[in-house]
Each structure stands twice: as structure tokens, then as C-alpha cells.
């Protein structure tokens, strides 16, 4: 799988003080990470794309190196954070935290001339927000949490890159308040109440093409946000305002002494993010164009849950099954394919639509011995679009992990594990194929984008050792092998699935030394 190396570095510092009555903590990380894409994904005409995405192998091989070539991402990342806490008679634990973050991305493509080091996507994204909050207990039986967040998040795409922005400039402001209540109605019932308002306001400044905004009607819709036109290009000013109020209630039964039933119905609503909104070009990573919709409104969900929990030293389960309906949910799905002077790449369109979903998941554990356990996880969930009467794409198939572990705390906390996956395939999907002309042989092919890979089985394999190198001090071992039987598989979640296998088989040696 040629151009998927990875170089990352990263650095961590972590300080603070913490007593009963106050504390302060201050955290900064900072990674920067190069990273590879698939060179078989960015491919030239039309029938480069429908035998790339027909083909069993990938497009594109060339000789094994460790060098990271275009297509290829450069992200750096920083995060400051600094935090603190007081406790105060007769009111509770208030706590103080502000965080900033910033993200460039750099995106390079395959040009060529005095392009050829330049980036074709270039975003800094900084962001701001201070958290306030308040942990009272009211009495003996209630327990009150509240709290306000402030936000502000700024966007630049440099448009020194030649190349159309994928996400505009923009500036999105964020207020949120939030009350939870805990009452023990008695020593096995606990009842739970929350409440949250957010508001989100979002400035942009975008560029249309003149026959996008033709064609998405948004001449007529949003005349008054246009600042001026030039060429065939439409430069317009969106400023969208969103007011939204999520709730939950919850209750948890505890009976038997090691069993507990919780029940809880949320109301959760989202407002649309700017990738959502605004999108308009390609996506380096995803390996296709990405269109956004400047009509969305605020996602509103209602979700229904129910669990059963058992924790006991041998044998443990929970069983989760949950019902989600959400009006106006955001999806993007294939709609075609398009020539650019850069290859020929899949587009992908979002759009709102009225969803089902519904689903469990299991959880179990049982110790055979001191040393030995079985460990069991079974996820099953179905998504329905409702408004067109078929499956969601994009849906997890049904999946099952058991895992066969050994620990022995008397040989160096030794800890051997072995892991089966089993990924079903994923049977129910909307059929998103079309129609691609071919130049060549003067013919229209279909581009099958729809069908889903089938089943796999994998074999993981982990293990870990513990060496007292002094009184104070750790060093632990572990060495790790995924995909043991090194078998060929495609996950159907991941976008790059068209173009080329999963990893094979890989090792992993991690050595941590705690001081």
C-alpha cells in the first residue's frame, strides 16, 4: 500500500497541586504528525477510478520505503490548558478551566511546476473555552451541578494555496449552560434530571462558483447574504444563529446486591458544524469532494435506553439495547464522480433526513480461575432512513469480540492475551451507485460505490511483563501482534475501502518506564 507511512512526535507536560480544599493543575501537549495517503486513492480519468474501485489490489504499487511522498497530510497541534478548583462552605466545589487549542493542517497534493511544495490546503483553527463549574450537594439526598461554557473558535484558510478553500474563514461563537440533579430517593434508587440551552453563532466568509449556487437554488434562498460577484465567483457572507435545549431523565434500581437496572431518555440536539455547512472541494484524506448544504438546521434526537448490569468477581455482563430517533439528521453519501485537473475523485454530498436507530450491546466476563478470564463483547446496531425508506449507509455492521486472557501477579504481573474479531457483513445499505461516462470506449459504466465488503475474521495477540528496576521505579514490557493470521479484509467504515485492503499483519513493542 504505497505513500501510507506514518511519522509522528509528541510531547506531553503535566503539573499541579491537589488538596481537599483547592487545587491547580496546568497540562500542555503538542504533537505533529506526517501522514501518508494512499497513492492509489488519487487517480487520473474516469476509468482509472472504475478500475481502481473494481480491482482486488491497489492501482497503484511501487517499491517498499519509509519515505512519505504527495498525497500527504501535515498536522500540528497544540493544547494549553490550565485548570482549577475550590471547595467553599455551604456552597460546593467550584471549578475553574480554560483550554486553548490550535490545529494547522497542511494538505499536499501531486503538483507539479512552481506548485509543486506548495500546499493545497493550508487551515489554522484556533480555539478558546472556558468551562464554570459548581458541585453543591443540597442535602443528604441531592446533589446539584451546574455549570456555563464560553467558546470561540476562529477558522483561516490561507488562499495562498492557488487551490479552492474546502472550508472557509469563519469565526463561531458558543454559550452553553447545564443543570444535573441526582436525588437518592432511597439506598436503590437514584433519580437523575438534566437540562442544557446552547447557543451557536457562525460568521463566515465563503466563495461560490456561480453555477453552484445557481444550482442549489441558493440565488433565490440567500440573496441578501452576497457581498459581491466576480467572474464566476459569488463571494457571500453567512451569519447563522442556532438556539438549542437538550434534556435528560434517568432513573437506576439497584437490587440483589450485585445488580443494577438503569433506564434513561435523552433529548439531544446538535446544530450543524461547518464541514456540514460549508464544505465545497476536495478532502486529501477521504480521497473525494465534499459538498456541504448552507440550509441545515439543528439536529433534534430522542434516544431511549435501557441497561442490565451484573458486576461480580466471576462472572459480570451488561446488556444495553437503545432506540434513537432523530429528526434532520446530517448524512453524506456518494452522489457521483468528477474530473478534476488535479485526478478524478468521488463526490460526497451531505443532506438532512428523518433516521431510525436502534440496536444493543452486550458485555460479559467470566473468571475461570485466579488467572484466567473470558472476556465478551456482541454490538449490534441498524440505522432506516425515513424519509426515503431504506438503510442508512454508513452503519456498523454486527461485530463480536472474546478475548482469552492469563495474568499471573506472582510472575511479574505477567499478562498474556489473545483476542478473536469476527466483523459480519454488512447486509443492509442504500443503493448510492451511478453512472460514469467512459471516454475511451464511448460507453456509461456503473461505479459500484454501495456494495459492502464481506465478513472477516481476525486474531490479535497481546502481552505485558513488569520489571521493578528500583524501589521507585517500573519498567513495563509489552509486545503486541494484530491481524495474526495476516488476513485480506476491508472494512466497510473506512473511506480508503475502494482502493485497497487493510494492514496486514503488524507488531508492536512498547517499552514504558515509570519513575
Do not use: C
Not at 475553574?96 to 500546499?119: C, H, P, S, T
Not at 451488561?318 to 456518494?334: A, K, L, T, Y
Not at 505485558?464 to 494484530?482: E, R
Amino acid at each position: 500500500m504505497s505513500n501510507t507511512g506514518v511519522f509522528e512526535r509528541s510531547a506531553s507536560l503535566h503539573f499541579g497541586v491537589n488538596r481537599f480544599k483547592y487545587g491547580l493543575e496546568g497540562y500542555y501537549s503538542f504533537f505533529k504528525n506526517e501522514i501518508g495517503i494512499l497513492r492509489a486513492s488519487h487517480v487520473g480519468g474516469a476509468s482509472d477510478q472504475l478500475a481502481a474501485i473494481n480491482s482486488d489490489v491497489p492501482s497503484v504499487i511501487e517499491d517498499f520505503t519509509y519515505d512519505i511522498g504527495e498525497p500527504r497530510q501535515d498536522v500540528t497541534h497544540h493544547l494549553a490548558r490550565l485548570k482549577m478548583f475550590s471547595r467553599f462552605d455551604g456552597l460546593g466545589k467550584l471549578s475553574l478551566q480554560y483550554d486553548f487549542q490550535r490545529n494547522n493542517r497542511l494538505e499536499y497534493d501531486i503538483r507539479v511546476g512552481d506548485d509543486a511544495d506548495k500546499a493545497s490546503i493550508d487551515l489554522e483553527l484556533d480555539t478558546h473555552t472556558v468551562l464554570l463549574d459548581l458541585d453543591s450537594d443540597l442535602s443528604d439526598k441531592i446533589n446539584l451541578k451546574t455549570g456555563l461554557m464560553a467558546r470561540y473558535q476562529t477558522n483561516f484558510a490561507d488562499p495562498n494555496t492557488g487551490i479552492r478553500r474546502l472550508i472557509p474563514d469563519y469565526d463561531m461563537y458558543n454559550l452553553g449552560a447545564y443543570a444535573v440533579a441526582d436525588y437518592d430517593l432511597n439506598e436503590n434508587f437514584l433519580l437523575e434530571f438534566g437540562a442544557r440551552f446552547d447557543y451557536t453563532y457562525i460568521d463566515a466568509f465563503k466563495f461560490y462558483r456561480t453555477s453552484t449556487w445557481e444550482d442549489r437554488n441558493y440565488d433565490q434562498l440567500y440573496a441578501d447574504i452576497v457581498i459581491e460577484e466576480t467572474g464566476n465567483q459569488i463571494l457571500t457572507n453567512p451569519q447563522l444563529n442556532f438556539y438549542n435545549t437538550s434534556a435528560t431523565a434517568g432513573a437506576t434500581y439497584s437490587f440483589g446486591e450485585e445488580y443494577k437496572i438503569f433506564f434513561n431518555y435523552s433529548l439531544a440536539v446538535r446544530a450543524p458544524n461547518p464541514s456540514e455547512l460549508f464544505s465545497e472541494g476536495l478532502h486529501h484524506s477521504a480521497s473525494r469532494i465534499e459538498m456541504g448544504d448552507l440550509g441545515f438546521k439543528s439536529e433534534v434526537a430522542h434516544k431511549v435506553a435501557v441497561t442490565l448490569e451484573r458486576k461480580n468477581p466471576v462472572f459480570s455482563f451488561s446488556v444495553n439495547p437503545f432506540i434513537n430517533s432523530i429528526n434532520d439528521f446530517m448524512v453524506i453519501e456518494p452522489t457521483s464522480i468528477e474530473q478534476t485537473i488535479r485526478g478524478n475523485f468521488q463526490v460526497w454530498e451531505y443532506r438532512q433526513t428523518n433516521a431510525l436507530l436502534l440496536g444493543f450491546d452486550l458485555d460479559a466476563s467470566y473468571a475461570f480461575t485466579n488467572n484466567f478470564r473470558l472476556d465478551h463483547q456482541f454490538s449490534f446496531v441498524k440505522g432506516y432512513d425515513q424519509s426515503q425508506n431504506e438503510p442508512l449507509i454508513s452503519m456498523p455492521p454486527v461485530n463480536t469480540k472474546n478475548s482469552l486472557a492469563y495474568q499471573n501477579p506472582k510472575i511479574n504481573n505477567l499478562r498474556l492475551a489473545l483476542q478473536s474479531e469476527f466483523v459480519f457483513r454488512q447486509n443492509e445499505y442504500p443503493d448510492n451507485n451511478f453512472e460514469v461516462y467512459i471516454p475511451e470506449t464511448e460507453t456509461f459504466e456503473i461505479v459500484d460505490v454501495s456494495t459492502p465488503p464481506g465478513a472477516y475474521h481476525l486474531l490479535n495477540f497481546s502481552s505485558s511483563i513488569d520489571f521493578n528496576i528500583t524501589q521507585k521505579s517500573q519498567l513495563t514490557v509489552g509486545f503486541k501482534v494484530t491481524n495474526l493470521l495476516n488476513n485480506s479484509y476491508r472494512n466497510y467504515l473506512n473511506r480508503l475501502r475502494y482502493y485497497a485492503d487493510e494492514l496486514g499483519r503488524n507488531y508492536l513493542l512498547n517499552l514504558k518506564f515509570n519513575y
